[in-house]
C-alpha cells in the first residue's frame, strides 16, 4: 500500500491486483490493490469502481 496509490483512489483512479483480474465476458474486472473495492477497466492502467446495477448514477456524460 502505498500513499500515492491511496491519494488517487480518492479520485476514483484505482490500481488492480493483477493476480485477480478476470475477463467477465464484457469487462476487465477485478479489485483494487489499494482500497480493495470492486473496480472495472475503463481503458489502459485506468480503472474505477464498480457501479452495481440499477446504480449507474456515477455513470454520467462527461
Ligand atoms: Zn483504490
New binding site residues.
Given amino acids: 500500500m502505498s500513499i500515492f ?2 491519494a ?2 480518492v479520485f476514483n ?3 488492480p491486483d493483477r493476480k485477480e483480474v478476470k475477463w467477465n465476458g464484457h469487462d476487465y474486472v477485478g479489485e ?6 470492486p ?1 472495472v477497466r475503463v481503458s489502459r492502467r485506468h480503472w474505477r ?1 464498480q457501479v452495481p446495477k440499477g446504480q449507474a448514477s456515477d455513470n454520467a456524460p462527461g
Wanted: aromatic share 0%; hydrophobic share 20%.
Fill in positions: 496509490g491511496l488517487t483512489c483512479r484505482h490500481d483494487c490493490r489499494h482500497c480493495n473495492v473496480i469502481k
